[in-house]
Structure formats: C-alpha cells, structure tokens
Nanobody, 123 residues
C-alpha cells in the first residue's frame, strides 16, 4: 500500500519560510518522479514544483521560481519543498505526488497523492 505523508505546514508571516516534507512508503521511491501541488479554496489543484527520479532535473511554476526549492533524498524516501519569502497568495493546501519514472516528470497525471498539509501565510 503506497502512502505519501506530508508534514511541515503551518502558519507563517509574509516573508517567512517553511520546509515541507513528504515521506513515501510502499513504493520504490527512486523509480518515481515527485511533485508538489497546491490548491486554495475555489481554485483547481496546480503543480508548484517537480523533480525527476534522480533529482537531476527540477521544474517550478513561474510564481515560485527563486523562492521555492524542491529536493529529494532517495536514501530516506523523502521529498522536500523549501519555501522562502512566502506571500499571502501562497496560502493553500500543499500535496505531494508520485509518478512512475517511465513518464515525463512534468505532468498533471501523477499516480499517487498524499493527504495534504495546510500552509497559511498572513500579511
């Protein structure tokens, strides 16, 4: 049974930082691309960042470039999202997701999803 468990969300003031973690189990982590998505009330769930199976390639949506960093530790079966200079518009539920590495790592079609962690940025 595949499980993705996010942690690290919370309430932070604008300009602050948070580091999200997503611990994976039940799959061969190094054979999966990983992504972080977010969804705010009334909006669709959108990709924020993605990293390929080896960690050698990353993708960021324009709105977070230069502020967010995605990374992974295949020895710990964990993917991270380090978020700096947070803005109120970053407020959302953040989800991690896994996609088997035979496909492209930049995609909306991920195979497994976590339950999400709330990030709230106050102004």
């Amino acid at each position: 049974q595949v499980q993705l468990v996010e942690s690290g969300g919370g309430l932070v003031q604008a300009g602050g930082s948070l580091k999200l973690s997503c611990a994976a189990s039940g799959l061969t982590f190094s054979r999966y691309h990983m992504g972080w998505f977010r969804q705010s009330p009334g909006k669709e769930r959108d990709i924020v960042a993605a990293i390929n199976w080896s960690g050698g390639s990353t993708y960021y949506v324009d709105s977070v470039k230069g502020r967010f960093t995605i990374s992974r530790d295949n020895a710990k079966d964990t993917v991270y999202l380090h978020m700096d200079n947070l803005k109120p518009e970053d407020t959302a539920v953040y989800y991690c997701a896994a996609r088997f590495y035979s496909g492209r790592y930049i995609s909306d079609a991920f195979d497994y999803w976590g339950q999400g962690t709330q990030v709230t940025v106050s102004s």
